[in-house]
């Protein structure tokens, strides 16, 4: 299966109003016919759990017809598609540490839940050879790594039942950062993907993004600039700014990149799988052309490790690549990912 170079979907069944009259209009067939001439070969598509199933835990068959949309047009114009649980009951990026909202890993009755759902969605797709699941968008807590690995275990035992070769897709925790997937086990199954997101320097790709504790408002975040300089502009944003900090790359660009993912890397090698980021990208509030200088030196360097990815985002969530913000750019940006 292709999962070379593709978007995200991101907004139209996640990170959303849950309601009809959203779904109805966000995603339509001509915005995969689009993206099926822009010379993609996949979209991401992330879904929270509400679309699907019901605060009780019963199936949502109104929501499925919209991931049967995505499905089927994804098929009619040659795109594979990443279904993605973006939010699980009981666990959401968005409560990172909250542990009583995000209980999922203290819960048997939570994680028996998240394994049927995958049961669930993976016995109806399991007959198009175009869908790869992905299990879960991004668990962020240290202390959960270990009971990740095993919830990771049940939920593809269960897949496997209902669609023994379909790719399975997902990533460590700490927002899927490249750094973490040494802490997955090596899986005992075939056709696993592991999966990194891809924001750094942070402070340049999220630059004036308002959900960023301590992020600067004011002023712009050049591309490329000194290491020393990121260094100081990343401080203040602690944990969120610390790859900057730590690095020991001399220039940025495609060395610290490279370093950057270079973990994600040793990690998938290690475990004789495949490696895809399935996030990045630069927020709509970044000057122009160091947004474009970003995309190129990053594809350059997923490329030379042969990582698949997934830009964020097509539409909207402050990265959507129609925007008006990247007219000057999109072209280029096109011709980057398709080469």
Not at 105 to 133: C, G, H, M, P, Q
Not at 176 to 186: E, F, Q, R, V
Not at 199 to 212: D, N, R
Request: proline letters at 3%; glycine letters at 6%.
């Amino acid at each position: 299966m292709n999962l070379k170079r593709g978007v995200n979907l991101g907004g139209f069944l996640s990170q959303c109003e849950h309601n009809e009259e959203h779904y109805k209009c966000f995603i339509l067939e001509e915005d995969i016919k689009r993206i099926s001439e822009w010379g993609l070969d996949h979209v991401r598509l992330p879904i929270d759990c509400e679309v699907v199933e019901t605060e009780d835990g019963s199936i949502k068959p109104s929501g499925y017809v919209y991931i049967d949309n995505v499905v089927n047009w994804c098929k009619k114009y040659g795109l594979n598609v990443i279904l993605d649980l973006h939010k699980a009951y009981g666990y959401d990026f968005n409560d990172a540490g909250d542990l009583e909202k995000n209980n999922l890993f203290s819960s048997e009755y939570l994680k028996e839940r998240f394994v049927k759902l995958w049961d669930t969605i993976s016995s109806r797709y399991a007959s198009y050879d175009n869908v790869a699941f992905e299990l879960l968008n991004e668990v962020v807590e240290t202390d959960n790594a270990e009971r990740w690995n095993q919830l990771i275990k049940r939920a593809v035992s269960a897949i496997r039942k209902n669609a023994p070769v379909a790719p399975i897709v997902y990533g460590g925790i700490q927002w899927n950062s490249a750094g973490t997937l040494k802490y997955l086990d090596i899986p005992e199954d075939k056709n696993i993907i592991f999966t990194f997101h891809f924001y750094e320097p942070l402070v340049f790709t999220h630059q004036k993004a308002y959900w960023v504790k301590n992020m600067d408002m004011v002023n712009d975040v050049p591309y490329p600039e000194t290491m020393d300089f990121y260094r100081e502009k990343s401080k203040p944003l602690g944990n969120q700014g610390q790859a900057a900090v730590v690095a020991k790359s001399e220039h940025m660009g495609p060395e610290f990149l490279s370093e950057m993912v270079s973990e994600a890397v040793r990690a998938a090698d290690n475990a004789g799988v495949g490696i895809y980021c399935g996030e990045y990208g630069v927020i709509d509030r970044a000057p122009i052309q160091d947004t474009l200088r970003w995309f190129k030196d990053v594809d350059d360097v997923f490329r030379k490790y042969d990582i698949g990815c997934a830009v964020w985002n097509y539409k909207d969530k402050d990265y959507g690549i129609v925007g008006t913000h990247y007219d000057e750019i999109r072209d280029e940006i096109l011709r980057i990912w398709t080469k």
